[in-house]
């Protein structure tokens, strides 16, 4: 089979259970850019919680992309531009919120920026 691009989740795919890029994964992921393939690095994180992967793996020299924001977001790694970038309408915002909040348990996330915001303060990505 012959493919151009490799997205790769990052949290317990690219990465193992300690969050780390193995050395065997890193020197892999540079052969197939070294063969003129493309690596996207895929994650609900904000740019900034891919950034450290992506220069681990040399992206901008190869040309890759990072996904970020569950898809929200792409950006090349090269030369920094925005791609892609969906947000949610704004008028849809506050019945969103209004609708969660009424599931105690449920925390829903935002972003500014590259800044995760939560309602819960207690909350391992916030």
Do not use: H
């Not at 193992?16 to 493309?38: D, F, H, W, Y």
């Not at 599931?103 to 996330?109: A, M, Q, S, V």
């Amino acid at each position: 089979m012959d493919y151009q691009m490799l997205v790769l989740d990052l949290d317990g795919s690219l990465t193992n259970s300690r969050k780390e890029l193995t050395e065997p994964t890193k020197q892999a992921l540079i052969e197939i850019q070294e063969e003129g393939k493309k690596v996207v690095l895929a994650s609900g994180r904000p740019i900034n919680g891919i950034v450290p992967l992506a220069e681990k793996l040399n992206l901008s020299k190869y040309g890759g992309y990072m996904l970020s924001f569950n898809g929200a977001r792409i950006t090349q790694c090269s030369t920094g531009e925005i791609v892609y970038n969906r947000t949610l309408p704004a008028d849809v915002i506050a019945p969103i919120y209004e609708i969660t909040s009424t599931y105690p348990g449920l925390d829903i996330l935002t972003y500014d920026g590259d800044q995760i915001l939560s309602g819960i303060a207690s909350n391992e990505y916030t």
